[in-house]
């Protein structure tokens, strides 16, 4: 069946470092790749999203590439800050239908 | 535009009772997801539907658990006789067309959550 792997599940970093989550899809018709910030007590939100057809995409501080051979795509966070701290989860969308799978989540916390 | 809405925020129930959980999706959008997500754990699907259509509910429990989108009115994920193991954060989405960097694509936009604890 689909599934998404994500790793790590946790993750410390100092303030201003770089941070990177994996993820990894099963199902080779996935096209729609999005992430998704969870803080604490409040609802899942769209941080960033990559399409199939694109390689790489970047949004200020945050970017994510896609490798559709290996099926791996990863969120990258530059110069991180105390309010990058929550929970990240990738998610992947199957071609030709509406199903989004979610990995099982990362908790950053950026330490100052 | 209100976003999705979900209520009640918080609701607690003994074991046995019935619990009903209510999404508003996005003004016009006709496509709604529930997920569950247990405390510290990610968002498992449950449920997808479209007005009046259940489309896939593979990651719904068979027993106690059931969704419904009528044609008025709000999707309801009602949970019947419920259990301590139900405890979670019950999260609908509705999908949104969103024209930022990805034109295009359909997103999924969440409501705040229903928090439902299970004495």
């Known amino acids: 069946g689909e599934n998404v792997e994500q790793h790590p599940s946790t993750l410390s970093v100092q303030e201003g470092d770089s941070a990177v989550i994996k993820c990894t899809y099963s199902?080779?018709?996935?096209?729609?790749f999005p992430w998704y910030k969870q803080e604490l007590g409040k609802r899942p939100q769209l941080i960033i999203d990559?399409?199939?057809?694109?390689g790489e995409k970047k949004d200020q501080r945050i970017a994510v590439t896609l490798n559709k051979t290996a099926k791996h795509f990863s969120l990258h966070i530059t110069e991180t800050q105390p309010e990058d701290s929550a929970v990240y989860f990738c998610a992947a969308r199957l071609s030709g239908t509406y199903k989004y799978i979610f990995g099982t989540g990362t908790r950053l916390k950026v330490l100052a | 535009n209100a976003g999705v809405m979900q209520n009640p925020r918080h609701l607690v129930r003994r074991r046995g009772q019935e619990a009903r959980l209510r999404c508003s999706p996005m003004k016009g959008h006709s496509h709604v997801y529930w997920y569950r997500q247990l405390p510290e754990e990610g968002l498992k699907f449950m449920v997808y539907?479209?007005?009046?259509?259940?489309?896939?509910e593979s990651g719904m429990p068979k027993e106690r658990f059931s969704a419904e989108f009528p044609k008025e009115g709000p999707s309801i994920l009602r949970i019947q006789q419920v259990v301590r193991g139900d405890s979670a954060a019950y999260f609908c989405a509705s999908l949104s067309y969103s024209w930022g960097a990805q034109s295009g694509a359909n997103v999924l936009t969440f409501g705040a959550g229903s928090r439902l604890t299970v004495l």
């Open positions: 199902d080779s018709a996935s096209n729609y």
């Open positions: 539907l479209q007005k009046e259509n259940i489309i896939d």
């Open positions: 990559i399409r199939s057809n694109v």
